[in-house]
């Protein structure tokens, strides 16, 4: 057992990929264990709605959601990790700035992973799900916030723009899906026969939620493969 713990510990490729594909077992269990009469969906279900406990939601498979969640961002913490030992020369440079600006951000969503999105509990004069949704809302815009500083760091270090294809495509996919974001308010204030959640079609809040988390997966996943210079760049 010792020695299996301490190749873990030592292998960073493989405690990467165990902790991926035990995330990702997590979310699918989680998914399986919610009960069919729920009818979760993408559409018009959060990804919290698997981590919470509500009887209307995941009442027997939120724990699992949990660990499997608490394992993706672990897969997180340990490609940043690598990220800013392959690519940042200093803290205090812009791609150090964006490390620690990622890290926050990182660390608050695990906070809203053991504050399950529940109607029960109290935090602070809130509901768990209220004190998740804070966290949240503060959360995605700070690790939106990072993203966007480590695409300003490669371009100071002298990268092309070409050269950050995935930042584009990522940035643009979010952009459009606030945007439908956006379209939905400004077509429910106008018709209040409009349900205002979850939002119709392309217009639905968790379907963009789920999109900006597979992708921001992906787009973290790149940043940290990525080759930098160590020297002669203040990236």
């Not at 490609?79 to 803290?91: D, E, Q, S």
């Not at 700035?97 to 109607?119: N, Y």
């Not at 998740?132 to 990072?146: C, D, K, N, Y």
């Not at 787009?219 to 002669?232: F, K, V």
Request: contains cysteine.
């Amino acid at each position: 057992m010792k020695p299996l713990l301490r190749r873990f510990l030592e292998d960073g490729p493989l405690r990467r990929r165990a902790l991926l594909c035990l995330g990702i077992a997590g979310l699918v269990l989680a998914w399986v264990l919610y009960p069919p009469e729920n009818r979760y969906s993408p559409m018009r279900c959060t990804i919290s709605y698997l981590g919470s406990p509500d009887a209307d939601r995941n009442p027997g498979g939120w724990r699992i959601y949990q660990l499997g969640m608490t394992a993706l961002l672990l897969w997180m913490a340990d490609l940043l990790v690598l990220r800013h030992r392959r690519g940042v020369a200093r803290w205090a440079s812009p791609g150090g700035i964006a490390t620690l600006t990622l890290a926050l951000g990182l660390a608050m969503i695990l906070v809203t992973v053991w504050i399950p999105d529940s109607r029960s509990g109290r935090w602070f004069g809130m509901t768990s799900g209220q004190f998740h949704t804070r966290i949240a809302l503060w959360g995605i815009p700070i690790l939106g916030l990072g993203v966007v500083l480590d695409a300003a760091a490669h371009l100071r270090a002298g990268f092309g723009l070409r050269s950050l294809w995935p930042f584009h495509l990522y940035a643009g996919v979010s952009a459009f899906g606030f945007h439908q974001l956006m379209e939905w308010e400004r077509l429910c204030r106008e018709d209040r026969s409009l349900r205002h959640w979850p939002g119709d079609g392309l217009h639905s809040t968790p379907l963009w939620e789920w999109i900006f988390f597979v992708g921001l997966m992906l787009h973290w996943s790149w940043m940290a493969r990525r080759r930098e210079p160590r020297s002669g760049a203040s990236g």
